[in-house]
T-cell receptor
Framework: DQQVKQNSPSLSVQEGRISILNCDYT??????FLWYKKYPAEGPTFLIS?????DKNEDGRFTVFLNKSAKHLSLHIVPSQPGDSAVYFC?????????????FGKGTKLSVIP | DAMVIQNPRYQVTQFGKPVTLSCSQT?????MYWYQQKSSQAPKLLFH???????NEADTPDNFQSRRPNTSFCFLDIRSPGLGDAAMYLC????????????FGSGTRLTVV
């Protein structure tokens, strides 16, 4: 039973436009959410996180939005660049930023077309 | 550069033949994790160490064991690999639990023949 779902296996976006990656979760106990980015032949790297007490967190071109009532979060990348082409994993945990156990989604492969 | 290093990058082993995957870190992080990621699936936590304290996930098969002889190194031992154990194995570290995000190694892709 998947508790974190990334329903789009892939997404293609033109360079300079907005990329929106979506993530849904079923466990209402999740209170901390993270996005990781993974290039081929490399391990995932942490990108951005958000606590359930917030509905938005911004870091440069990356913004994560959280809609708790819908159990939905999204990652916005503006403007998209070819170097953003990677697999993006959504992850969630119970117990806030101090929890050890992350539950990952299957990932969405983003392709930014020059 | 401080990092998490996994060796080897690719490992081929025979069905039933024990295999060990290695992870080392120069970050001096307290926590080390092993994840299994099968094709097109989400990474799944197998176990983790907080310092020397070993924590096994309830659904991790007994076939999988781990050792952490010191802060820097952690090993994943698969006692009798089956075809279903073919996967990417990811090692990750964090200074404490959570800590805003893990640092992952590049992974070891295990093939069982």
């Amino acid at each position: 039973d998947q508790q974190v779902k990334q329903n789009s296996p892939s997404l293609s976006v033109q360079e300079g436009r907005i990329s929106i990656l979506n993530c849904d979760y079923t466990n209402s106990m999740f209170d901390y959410f993270l996005w990781y980015k993974k290039y081929p032949a490399e391990g995932p790297t942490f990108l951005i996180s958000i606590s359930s007490i917030k509905d938005k967190n911004e870091d440069g071109r990356f913004t994560v939005f959280l809609n708790k009532s819908a159990k939905h979060l999204s990652l916005h990348i503006v403007p998209s660049q070819p170097g953003d082409s990677a697999v993006y994993f959504c992850a969630a945990s119970v117990g806030g930023a101090g929890s050890y156990q992350l539950t990952f989604g299957k990932g969405t492969k983003l392709s930014v077309i020059p | 550069d401080a990092m998490v290093i996994q060796n080897p990058r690719y490992q081929v082993t025979q069905f039933g033949k024990p295999v060990t995957l290695s992870c080392s870190q120069t970050l001096n992080h307290n926590v080390m994790y092993w994840y299994q990621q099968k094709s097109s699936q989400a990474p799944k936590l197998l176990f983790h160490y907080y310092d020397k304290d070993f924590n096994n996930e309830a659904d991790t098969p007994d076939n999988f064991q781990s050792r952490r002889p010191n802060t820097s190194f952690c090993f994943l031992d698969i006692r009798s690999p089956g075809l279903g154990d073919a996967a990417m194995y990811l090692c990750a570290t964090s200074r404490h639990y959570g800590d805003g995000g893990y640092t992952f190694g590049s992974g070891t892709r295990l093939t069982v023949v």
